[in-house]
């Protein structure tokens, strides 16, 4: 038993437990000198503490042993293969630890309001660890697997909840530490030589998802569905075929987004998986891996896997009503009707469209068990779907995987729900459409090779986006779309309720790198396309400012003139929507005098528009550079000899304002901007 | 352009605006503003001058000759002496007092923006 894969697992990741407490009671010194002296512990108290924790409640001598002696030398088999994967992880800490950005999970949990009135703390937070203590040991001994599940459960629970914002450990990574060192620990067990790579899947659902339209708006929940659950199911079977454990290895989940961490010669197993999952759902997944060696990611792969395209049928003549493929097997085509017309579905289609229907079908909570219509193969998760709106609007459906062993969707047992869903009938009203994403922070940290911050990111977006929306939509009527790891999609009825949701999501820790993009109305499928295009180009830009309307107001073409006014004059974008804010009156005139090929005036009003545009940045650079004795250092006697050089700059601004195009573009901007306000414009 | 070529694009504005040929000036009128820049005695502040005293009621020849008056002592080279000609053209009042004092306010718009300078206070009209 001592040498068992899950003893040595189950206690590496619990081997740093201890530092719940310690972290806690950071500030009650009484008990931490109580602690020392009377254990004498002076280093790596919260080995002590945790194997103090564990041995009061009865757990196993043998994981006591593994948490204690974590941290000491001359120590054998299996704390020394934890005491491995320890020093492993900790290298990719100690890599980040220069960098500002080593707190960045404990300031997302700051960001999102963890502190000691709101959240697990105290009594809350010493009952929940206690709770779990108590029950933990004996299923340990009579199920390790599902001890696993919960104790996974458990850390992620209780370090999000603890007081990240008051002490200096990072209390959220501590679940991603855990999470990896349980996974190194456990491969080191199963292949002491393997080589380990962490595995990043990304379905790619926004291409399936743009043959959406009004009459089959479930679709997307079928998509988001049977996306999460394949490719939970592709990885947690292959793990399973390998004898190991999904919920070590298995660092993050959500339908977008799945990270793995297994042995290199494991990743082609898991390919094969996901090329099924593809080719049912005909949608191209992609899958990085990493290797990870001490203290940095290499890249190793970039694999975009594409269905297998199915045999067409010669007498074929149906084609799918959604994705526009062909029909070649009648008896699985799905028929849908709706009030406009009647659908035909082709098998891959119904697939989707059936996940929905199973898990619709029945109103309040529905609980799938295990292996029902093989959506579910992966053990520790059950699902519930409900009806019920949280924003009491019974327009709205909202789809939630609960937890394991979930009664029912308010079950405050559950572990955290891993993805939500929110849908609506896109009513026919003028609204708009918002789209948040955080791909960029996630691309950029694993780049770095950030891998401690980075599953821990991973983890709590979706805590950090919830945080988001729910203050925003306390006094205005906010819907989410869809809320996953990295990115939600609202909708909004008012522009003006879109300050409220800019300024939540700005405001926060991770403002700088939040991506916002608005669409005004716009059909079902076609705004739920151009948003995912839009987040997505966006991702890859430097600035932050993606603003979208298909009808009468703005276009990428909008947007990019206004951006390249600011870089022409060298303004930031919020300068210049405040100086082109108190010119509207100028500019509706001057593009009035185009149509009226009155000379005079425009050449006056363009004039004014020039003139304004550089006032108070020229008055500004003027008395700067002469006040601090700075006109020297640019080998300039005046200032006016420096604005010489700057003529042609102005040449190219005064072009700018000749084209009516770029006029009509920019007061379409300004005047969006105006509506929405003018806290969208980020740096 | 070399100061040669300079000075007779100016006076081609200057030209123009004799003529009360308006439209046409106001399609030179921003790069004779560039021009101005090159020439000594033309400043921001004798231009701003001169836009103010275009400004001033002209309801009646009295006006029109103390507001001549006035724009030739102030001696703005190129452009006191072509304005002031203007305004005899154009006589009290009317449409054209009102094209002249924009074309103006442009010139100097401009100016101030190829300058550098503190921007317009001019208001649309």
Known sequence: ?683 | MNREQSVRFIQRFCEKLKQLNLNEAAKIVEDVAKELLNVEAVTSSSLERLAELLKQEISDYVDLVEVRSEVIKLNVPFISICVAEALSKIGPGGEELLKLRKLLEALINFYKYYSGAEGAEGVTS
Not at chain 1, 269 to 279: E, F, G, Q
Not at chain 1, 472 to 478: F, H, L, V, W, Y
């Open chain 1, 1 to 683: 038993m001592c040498d068992s894969y899950y003893v040595v697992t189950i206690g590496a990741f619990l081997h740093d437990i201890g530092k719940i407490v310690t972290n806690y009671l950071y500030d009650h010194k009484d008990f931490m000198v109580y602690i020392e002296k009377g254990r004498g512990v002076k280093s790596h108290r919260h080995a002590k503490v945790g194997s103090l924790l564990l041995s009061n409640y009865g757990f196993p001598e043998y994981i006591v042993h593994i948490v204690e002696k974590h941290h000491e030398s001359d120590v054998k088999d299996p704390v020394k293969k934890v005491q491995w994967a320890d020093r492993f992880d900790a290298s990719y800490r100690a890599g980040t630890a220069r960098d500002k950005g080593r707190k960045l999970p404990i300031e997302i949990g700051a960001a999102i309001g963890l502190d000691v009135t709101k959240t697990l703390h105290g009594f809350d937070l010493g009952n929940y660890v206690k709770h779990f203590l108590e029950h933990i040991n004996d299923i340990i001994v009579s199920n390790p697997k599902l001890a696993a599940l919960l104790i996974d459960g458990f850390y992620r629970e209780a370090t999000i909840h603890l007081r990240s914002d008051s002490i200096g450990d990072d209390n959220i990574s501590l679940y991603a530490h855990s999470k990896i060192v349980a996974a190194l620990t456990s491969l080191k067990v199963q292949y002491p030589d393997s080589n380990h790579v962490l595995v990043v899947i990304e379905p790619a659902i926004e291409e399936r998802a743009q043959f959406m339209t009004v009459d089959v708006i479930e679709y997307l929940a079928g998509l988001h569905l049977y996306t999460y659950f394949g490719v939970l199911g592709a990885a947690s079977c292959m793990l399973n075929d390998l004898r190991l454990d999904p919920s070590f290895h298995i660092a993050s989940e959500m339908s977008s987004r799945f990270v793995v961490i297994i042995g290199e010669e494991h990743v082609g197993l898991l390919v094969d998986r996901l090329r099924r999952l593809a080719t049912d759902l005909a949608m191209p997944i992609h899958v990085e891996s990493y290797i990870m060696r001490r203290g940095i990611l290499r890249k190793d792969a970039n694999i975009r896997i594409e269905p297998e395209p199915l045999p067409l049928s010669a007498t074929s003549q149906l084609v799918c009503d959604i994705c526009h493929q062909p029909i070649y097997n009648k008896n699985l085509m799905l028929i849908l009707k709706r009030a406009s017309k009647t659908l035909r579905l082709c098998e891959r289609c119904s697939i989707i469209m059936h996940t929905y229907k199973v898990l619709a079908n029945s109103k309040g909570i529905l609980c799938i068990k295990r292996g029902e219509d093989g959506l579910l193969k992966y053990p520790r998760l059950s699902l519930a779907v409900t009806l019920c709106d949280p924003f009491e609007d019974s327009d709205y459906i909202v789809a939630r995987i609960a937890g394991f062993q979930a009664k029912s969707i308010e079950d405050k047992t559950a572990l955290i729900p891993s993805i939500d869903i929110y849908l609506n009938v896109f009513r026919k009203e003028y609204k708009y459409f918002t789209g948040i994403s955080y791909k960029r922070l996630l691309n950029k940290l694993i780049n770095e090779g950030k891998l401690h911050e980075y599953i821990s990111t991973v983890n709590i977006l979706n805590r950090q986006l919830m945080h988001i929306i729910g203050e925003a939509s306390q006094n205005t009527r906010i819907y989410p779309l869809e809320i996953l790891d990295d990115r939600a999609i609202l909708e909004i009825l008012s522009p003006f309720d879109l300050n409220s949701i800019i300024s939540n999501s700005i405001k926060s820790e991770l403002g700088k790198y939040t991506i916002i993009t608005i669409l005004r109305r716009g059909a079902p499928g076609t705004a739920y396309k151009r948003l995912r295009y839009m987040i997505q180009e966006i991702a890859n830009t430097d600035k932050i400012l993606a603003i979208e309307a298909p009808e009468n107001a703005l276009s990428l073409k909008d947007v990019s003139v206004f951006k390249e006014l600011a870089q022409l004059l060298n303004i930031p974008y919020n300068t210049l929507y405040k100086r082109l804010i108190k010119l509207m009156e100028v500019l509706d005139e001057y593009i009035n005098s185009f149509k009226k090929e009155d000379e005079i005036e425009k050449v006056y009003l363009k004039s004014i528009i020039l003139s304004r545009l550089f006032e108070p940045s020229s008055r500004d650079e003027k008395e700067g550079l002469e006040v601090f004795g700075l006109l020297p250092f640019l080998e300039a006697e005046s200032y006016e000899e420096l604005v010489v050089e700057k003529e042609e700059v102005r040449e190219k601004i005064s072009k700018f304002f000749e084209d009516e195009g770029n006029v009509r573009s920019i007061i379409n901007t300004v005047s969006f901007l105006n509506r929405i306000g003018e806290v969208i414009l980020l740096e």
